[in-house]
């Protein structure tokens, strides 16, 4: 059996009017999600108005968590509080968490975003983890993106299970900016994760854990990026709050069905 295609909507921080939360939620729901998984990501201000509103299977995952559960913890989402609702992922460590939007506090380091994913695994949910490199690094070449990206994937290393965990590659410098990775450099990192995955993890591991593409992605550029053999799905940012974002999980679908 190949790897079950997985698809994401992440709503960032939008929309501003909770007026418009249905038509995102419709969006969602119009999805066939028999061929492949779909989750979304809305803003924290809004998951408990949609966490219960998608019909299809389609799953929601909080943008963020804590790792210490409820209590005197001002401003977190605790996972505790995430199960209880039903929820089922949550995904951590977009390159917007990690500064790419300019707060002038600490990022949040990779050997953070594993304690965090420890604690969402032993409290029984799965996480998306995003990892993936700026312009500076990926003008030098695969083999300084490989190496960013197993920075990121080191403190990962004993909780990498393809069960448990999906990965989210995003090209740092093509998320919002309309300019996309090509396929041939989609399948080139993902592949080059892939095997790195294999010679320190296990090649059982490598085979079966589901990478995402995260970079602009839409209905567009959705079926020849599905073609690339270790591309498992999408993290979609902007497309993900209008209708084409079925076509997208239409279209991997369609490029993986067994």
Not at 33 to 60: E, I, M, Q, R, W
Not at 73 to 91: F, I, N, P, R, S
Not at 163 to 178: K, M
Request: aromatic fraction near 6%; glycine fraction near 10%; hydrophobic fraction near 40%.
């Amino acid at each position: 059996m190949g790897r079950r295609p997985i698809v994401g909507g992440n709503w960032k921080c939008n929309p501003a009017e909770i007026s418009k939360l249905d038509g995102l939620v419709a969006n969602i729901n119009a999805c066939d999600t028999s061929g492949c998984d779909v989750y979304v990501c809305p803003s924290p201000l809004h998951v408990g108005l949609v966490y219960n509103k998608f019909t299809n299977g389609a799953c929601v995952a909080p943008q963020n968590c804590n790792f210490k559960g409820c209590g005197a913890y001002t401003g977190e989402m605790a996972v505790d509080q995430m199960v209880d609702m039903g929820m089922k992922w949550c995904l951590i460590g977009h390159s917007e968490r990690r500064g790419e939007f300019g707060l002038p506090t600490p990022v949040e380091s990779s050997e953070l975003l594993a304690t965090k994913c420890k604690y969402i695994l032993e409290k029984g949910m799965k996480c998306i983890y995003a990892i993936g490199e700026p312009l500076p690094i990926r003008e030098q070449g695969i083999d300084a993106v490989l190496a960013y990206c197993v920075e990121q994937l080191t403190p990962f290393k004993d909780i990498l299970d393809p069960e448990t965990v999906v990965l989210a590659y995003e090209p740092v410098w093509s998320i919002g900016t309309g300019v996309t990775a090509t396929p041939e450099q989609a399948q080139e990192t993902h592949a080059a994760i892939r095997k790195w995955i294999s010679e320190n993890v296990s090649p059982k591991c490598a085979e079966g854990i589901r990478i995402q593409y995260g970079g602009s992605a839409n209905a567009k550029n959705a079926p020849e990026l599905s073609a690339c053999a270790d591309v498992d799905g999408f993290l979609v940012g902007g497309a993900s709050l209008k209708p084409e974002f079925a076509e997208i999980v239409a279209a991997i679908a369609q490029a993986k069905k067994a």
